[in-house]
């Protein structure tokens, strides 16, 4: 159920070759990396079992709906055959629900067509209302998207004291998710989910997928607890 996250903006091409490495070796669902990383990252798991996912409109998720479809076929094109997107979060909270059903919609027959899943990143850092939240989930299950997901791991928020912070995915909001989307579509949660521990709990709360950059340590705690 894990997405192995190779995401960050520091990461190089020698990162990406050991996180796949990582991969590989604990059989995980997928990676998830970055626009350019696809080629290679394609390269470096054929024949793993392992999937290639991209990550478009990230993190902020203020590209043109042209420009997020442009994204999302360059990374087919490359070897991705799932696409996480993140909505136009502006838009989202100026409750202009026509435009981002458009632009869901208009993102998730691009994936289709070229045969990838698309997960509908929501950034519930910054989208916290719930009935926002809902009608998120519905227009995800209405424009027959694959996954609902809670966050980039990139959702910043400045505290009082000046400092960033972001808090992920959370069992409510998983739970809410969960409710609110249609039985075809799957949940994923992101951003926080550190421990075997959490991993376990937010596959209680419905999740199919988790993303994770801590793999390694999650799943050799998962082997010492549980054996291989």
């Not at 409710?179 to 994923?188: D, F, N, Y």
């Amino acid at each position: 159920m894990i997405d192995h996250s190779v995401l960050h903006p520091t990461l190089t091409d020698n990162d990406l070759e050991r996180e796949c490495q990582v991969a590989a070796k604990y059989d995980v669902a997928s990676v998830c990396v970055k626009p350019y990383m696809v080629k290679r990252a394609s390269e470096l798991l054929k024949g793993s079992g392992v999937l290639v996912g991209c990550v478009i409109g990230f993190p902020a998720g203020n590209s043109t709906i042209d420009v997020k479809v442009f994204e999302a076929m360059t990374a087919c094109k490359d070897g991705a055959v799932e696409i996480d997107m993140v909505i136009n979060i502006g838009k989202a909270l100026s409750g202009d629900w026509e435009y981002i059903e458009k632009e869901i919609d208009t993102v998730t027959k691009a994936c289709h067509s070229n045969g990838a899943i698309v997960k509908v990143i929501f950034e519930t850092d910054y989208i916290t209302q719930d009935e926002d939240k809902i009608r998120l989930c519905e227009i995800c299950t209405k424009v027959s998207a694959d996954y609902v997901k809670t966050s980039s791991g990139f959702g910043f928020v400045k505290d009082k004291d000046g400092r960033f912070f972001y808090t992920g995915a959370t069992i409510p909001d998983l739970k809410l998710m969960r409710k609110h989307s249609g039985p075809q579509v799957k949940v994923k949660a992101a951003g926080g989910v550190r421990t075997l521990d959490q991993l376990i709990a937010v596959r209680e709360a419905g999740c199919s997928r988790s993303g994770a950059t801590a793999t390694a340590s999650i799943l050799e705690e998962a082997n010492r607890r549980f054996g291989k």
